[in-house]
């Protein structure tokens, strides 16, 4: 468990106010500096170079959590570092797993006026621009003013990126996106063959890998840096075709491919699940029936596909637990990152989870997953809902992850809904997120 304090950075002072003087010092003793130019302080101070703290996205007047862990102090920015926005809520699409089929609600598209004043709200004076990525829950390219809102927010600075199903992106699509300077475009293309596809997504997959080529060979022609790459469900049904997926994406040498799990919001999808045993072996080390296993990393091919079979079959999950567990356990990327996600509608919530009320199957449970609302961005600059106490204590509570653990216990009456825990914590509850397990990832 971390413990984890706030300060703000006047200069490039990083201040601790956990500090335990018993420990430090004295006065009259000069700070010892390392090779990095990092001073360990007399009274709990840190002098940080500013050049270093740059790099790390700190910048000053930026406030900064600082967490004393079992490996040194972690010392991250807590500024807004990028917004999910959902600019609309509707899709060319009817894909099978697609989460608004368990919502209750209106769907709709952001007027122009408005994305202007979110974008405006993120202006900050010091330090980088937010990222915008137009992402959520519907497909950004069905709004019809999705190219004056990406370059809108280029001519205000802010990088931009884009998460799409392609099937809108065509040759002259890809040179506007290029043309505008979209940093990072995932297409998700769910399956290796049309069959997976098809079975996902209900069309064949021949326009998702068609976007991914209009893409590359938009991108020839400029000296700009832009990332395209995909992201793929593994489900029952389709996994064993995601092999060829991989070829695919090697093949064409695209940035990065992701492979994440689908959100059960039927018992249909439910039932396609693959992660069973992640919730418990990551959680069980050790028990009286079976000895820890410690694995070092080994090649994987012919000869020991048999030992990989084996270490399988007894539950080990990919990645293992005895990898760096911290980033795969109990870890919210929204918090930790800076990122919060914006409806169509201008409502700010934490992460993409949080943006809708939706319906989930978890541990053969029913449950419903309440929205939470941070702030409207027709009502305040979003930089000042960030900043807002609450907000601040939410994210603090996601980043030392004080929730029970949930999804490994199995489920329980409590967990029927995420307003409430066996630890008495106040809405939103997240032991059972499985965002924060890296179940389920976000591009
Ligand atoms: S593309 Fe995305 S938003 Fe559209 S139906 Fe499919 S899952 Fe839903
Ligand atoms: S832990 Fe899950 S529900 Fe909680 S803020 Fe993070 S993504 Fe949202
Ligand atoms: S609220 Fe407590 S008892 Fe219920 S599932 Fe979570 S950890 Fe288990």
Redesign the pocket.
């Known amino acids: 468990m971390t413990r984890a304090c706030r300060g703000s950075l006047p200069s490039n002072e990083v201040m601790s106010k956990d500090r335990d003087k018993r420990q430090l010092p004295s006065a009259s003793q000069p700070p010892a500096a390392n090779e990095a130019g990092v001073s360990a302080g007399l009274s709990g101070q840190l002098i940080v170079p500013a050049e270093m703290l740059a790099r790390a996205g700190i910048w000053p007047g930026h406030e900064v959590v600082i967490e004393a862990t079992s490996n040194g102090l972690r010392i991250a920015p807590d500024s807004l570092r990028k917004v999910h926005i959902e600019v609309t809520s509707h899709c060319n699409l009817d894909c099978l797993m697609c989460v608004r089929h368990s919502w209750q609600e209106p769907l709709g598209s952001m007027p122009l006026a408005r994305f202007e004043r979110f974008v405006d709200g993120l202006a900050t004076e010091t330090g980088p621009r937010a990222a915008v990525a137009f992402s959520g829950f519907g497909e950004p390219l069905v709004h019809p003013e999705w190219q004056e809102m990406m370059r809108l927010a280029r001519r205000r600075g802010h990088p931009v990126e884009l998460i799409t199903n392609g099937l809108l992106l065509d040759a002259a699509a890809a040179r506007t996106l290029v043309d505008v300077g979209v940093g990072q475009i995932t297409v998700s293309v769910d399956g290796g063959d049309d069959e997976a596809y098809m079975r996902m997504r209900g069309v064949p997959a021949a326009g998702a890998l068609a976007a991914v080529h209009h893409l590359l060979e938009a991108r020839r022609y400029t000296r700009q840096r832009i990332a395209v790459g995909i992201a793929a469900l593994a489900t029952r049904s389709t996994v064993t075709s995601l092999p060829a997926l991989l070829d695919w994406a090697t093949d064409l040498r695209l940035d990065f491919v992701s492979i994440g799990n689908v959100v059960p919001h039927t018992e249909e999808m439910a039932a396609e699940t693959l992660w069973e045993r992640a919730s418990w072996v990551s959680a069980f080390h050790q028990t009286s029936w079976r000895p820890q296993l410690r694995v070092g990393r080994f090649d994987m091919e012919d000869a020991t596909l048999p030992l990989a079979a084996a270490l399988a079959e007894r539950g080990l999950t990919y990645p293992s637990p005895s990898l760096d567990e911290a980033r795969w356990r109990n870890r919210?990327r929204?918090?930790h990152e800076g990122m919060c996600a914006v409806s169509w509608e201008g409502r700010v919530s934490?992460?993409?989870?949080?943006l809708h009320s939706h319906a989930e199957f978890i541990n053969n449970q029913a449950r419903r997953v309440h929205e939470h609302v941070a702030g409207h961005v027709d009502d305040r600059r979003l930089t000042e809902i960030w900043r807002d106490p609450a907000f601040r204590a939410f994210r603090e509570r996601?980043r030392t992850f004080d929730f029970p653990a949930c999804f490994h216990c199995g489920g329980c009456p409590l967990t029927e809904t995420?307003r409430e825990d066996c630890y008495n914590n106040p809405a939103?509850v997240?032991g059972e997120?499985l965002?924060?397990q890296n179940i389920v990832l976000c591009p």
Not at 350 to 354: A, Q, R
């Open positions: 919210c929204f918090a934490p992460c993409l989870s949080l996601v995420n939103p997240c997120c965002w924060a």
